[in-house]
T-cell receptor, first 113, second 115 residues
């Protein structure tokens, strides 16, 4: 079946540190891949996405590259800020019908000043 | 503003007392879905709907009901809530032409406590 695995949290970093949150997936066919962010007390917001192999999604300084050979979609940011503290979810959409999104368990990031 | 609106944001209820959580979207999306979020388990799909009058079970449908009589609304019904349904609930919507590229739009969540 389809699944998403993320690195265990919480992740605690100092401001301006480099961030990597690992995400690997299992899916048939050619899924779209997403990173969502959930700030405290809010719903999930789409952070970035990639729809085919070797695509790089980017937004707000975050990047992730769709690696089909390693079935990975790792999230990176060169210099985190306190305002990046949130829970990050990796997700995939395995088909063209939209209802079968599969989410990872989420990784909580805390950035200290 | 394009959005998914859930109500209420917070709800405390007693075991067995029927409740409804409403969800409405203003984007004319065909797809709507309910998720629950629990610590360590991420998001799990409860029910989804591909269009009006078309609904189907997700991964954890037991104890829940839904209906889709209008395109914009997708209420979640708990006929007899139990404490194990204490959770954070999210409604989400999307459209067939946009879901692969743009994913779901989520509501702000409903935190439900059943005592």
């Amino acid at each position: 079946g389809n699944s998403v695995t993320q690195m265990e949290g919480p992740v605690t970093l100092s401001e301006e540190a480099f961030l990597t949150i690992n995400c690997t997936y299992t899916a048939t066919g050619y899924p779209s891949l997403f990173w969502y962010v959930q700030y405290p007390g809010e719903g999930l917001q789409l952070l970035l996405k990639a729809t085919k192999a070797d695509d790089k999604g980017s937004n707000k300084g975050f990047e992730a590259t769709y690696r089909k050979e390693t079935t990975s979609f790792h999230l990176e940011k060169g210099s985190v800020q306190v305002s990046d503290s949130a829970v990050y979810f990796c997700a995939l959409n395995p088909d063209n019908y939209g209802q079968n999104f599969v989410f990872g368990p989420g990784t909580r990031l805390s950035v200290l000043p | 503003e394009a959005q998914v609106t859930q109500n209420p944001r917070y709800l405390i209820t007693v075991t067995g007392k029927k409740l409804t959580v409403t969800c409405s979207q203003n984007m004319n999306h065909e797809y709507m879905s309910w998720y629950r979020q629990d610590p360590g388990l991420g998001l799990r799909q409860i029910y989804y709907s591909m269009n009006v009058e078309v609904t189907d079970k997700g991964d954890v449908p037991e104890g829940y009901k839904v209906s889709r009589k209008e395109k914009r609304n997708f209420p979640l019904i708990l006929e007899s809530p139990s404490p194990n349904q204490t959770s954070l609930y999210f409604c989400a919507s999307s459209s067939p032409s946009r879901s692969r590229a743009y994913g779901y739009t989520f509501g702000s969540g409903t935190r439900l406590t059943v005592v």
